[in-house]
């Protein structure tokens, strides 16, 4: 039969085939994808020692709210980092919210905007932390700057500078310290330096 | 590095990126619309009011006009088949002009609120920490929020970047408008 293919024939099954074999390629790619992105949750809950959990709410045709969360003590700090997505229609919202609680919570409330990686931007609400290595790679914005630099001591500033590029909302309400950002954790670093801020800033003495 | 803006430079960022000037604020703070921010919420949402009357014009006239049309193509004696298509055509055309034009009155109703609110001269006082959120839509733009003492305010992306996530401020509204905002 195949001897009985003109060449023209010969060259549109192999084209057929060519493009079946890349349809699958994309294929398994994109499912290798989804899977290495959902195997960074069990792996970083087995890295801190917490345990994992995933949530699904509302219905099929109506708003539905997915939620991944880590959850546990590390060191003897609670910490609880849970990412949402909400989805209404055509609007979908993401977010990740690490927390922790502070080991000395000190009576004061106050949020701090952090920016990293794009470098500092003159604001009114810009707080330089007097760590020049620092200041040229995050910037936060806050309006209790004294607090804001109580909050971010060396080891908490480590942690902020290995977060990846964008824009986070750390809070402190009490002794309850939450960094928040909206967008899907993709790696493994994506939960680690997030629990790691949040831990860090635990340990930190905000008068 | 340069320096940080003061208060004052600030505020002037805030209203650039707003449309609203030193004068407005002013006169927000005393609880007063400055006039172009009367004339401006007048006429917030009437042109969508006058688009949706177009429509319920445009679909009965093509609707009606088309099934005219139809009708005038038929040999007597006309089949029902056709007479169906004719129906068809003239009942949507009329059910969609219908459903235009009432929601071209809930426009209309929505104006006459927001005009009734604007004519009363005076704004509302929103304080707190603001809250930002960008929340993003499949197929069309990203749109950026800002909620200050239990109010959401829909803003562009400049007055977004500017306002500070978690930081005090005032906000003077009205109707679901953001008129002005200072830090505070």
Not at chain 1, 71 to 94: A, D, I, K, Y
Not at chain 2, 17 to 26: D, Q
Not at chain 2, 111 to 125: E, F, I, M, S
Request: glycine share 10%; charged share 20%.
């Amino acid at each position: 039969m195949l001897l009985a293919m003109s060449t023209y024939e010969m060259q549109q099954w192999a084209m057929i085939v060519a493009g079946g074999v890349v349809f699958i390629g994309i294929v398994i790619a994109i499912v290798r994808f989804l899977r290495a992105q959902d195997a960074i949750w069990p792996a970083c809950a087995k890295k801190f020692g917490i345990a994992f959990r995933e949530e699904d709410g509302g219905s099929f045709t109506g708003p539905s709210t997915r939620s991944k969360i880590l959850e546990g003590n590390v060191q003897g700090t609670p910490v609880r980092l849970v990412f949402t997505h909400e989805q209404s229609g055509r609007m979908h919202r993401r977010g990740t919210r690490a927390h922790a609680r502070a080991y000395a919570p000190a009576q004061r409330a106050f949020n701090v905007q952090i920016e990293r990686g794009y470098g500092f931007q003159p604001h009114f609400h810009a707080v330089p932390t007097g760590d020049p290595a620092f200041d040229r790679i995050v910037q936060m914005k806050c309006d209790v700057p004294d607090a804001a630099r109580a909050l971010v001591d060396p080891n908490v500033r480590a942690a902020l500078a290995a977060l990846p590029v964008g824009e986070y909302a750390l809070s402190y309400d009490r002794g309850e310290i939450c960094l928040s950002f909206g967008r899907d954790p993709s790696s493994l670093q994506d939960l680690e330096i997030p629990l790691h801020v949040v831990l860090a800033s635990a340990r930190a003495r905000v008068a | 590095m340069m320096p940080a803006p003061n208060l004052q430079a600030y505020v002037d960022q805030l209203g650039r990126a707003h449309g609203f000037g030193r004068e407005h604020l002013a006169m927000n703070r005393a609880g007063r619309l400055h006039p172009s921010q009367t004339s401006r919420g007048r006429r917030s949402g009437i042109g969508c009011a006058v688009f949706l009357v177009l429509l319920a014009i445009l679909t009965i006239l093509g609707g009606t006009g088309g099934a005219a049309f139809f009708y005038s193509t038929l040999r007597e004696p006309v089949e029902r088949v056709d007479m169906n298509a004719v129906y068809a055509m003239a009942g949507a055309g009329v059910l969609l002009s219908l459903v235009f034009a009432a929601l071209a009155v809930f426009q209309f109703l929505s104006v006459g609120k927001r005009r009734r609110q604007y004519d009363g001269g005076g704004c509302a006082l929103a304080e707190g920490p603001a809250s930002k959120t960008r929340v993003r839509h499949s197929r069309s733009p990203d749109t950026f929020h800002i909620e200050v003492g239990g109010h959401s305010f829909t803003v562009g992306a400049a007055l977004f970047d500017l306002v500070t996530h978690g930081a005090g401020y005032r906000v003077y509204h009205l109707a679901g408008d953001l008129l002005s905002l200072e830090p505070g």
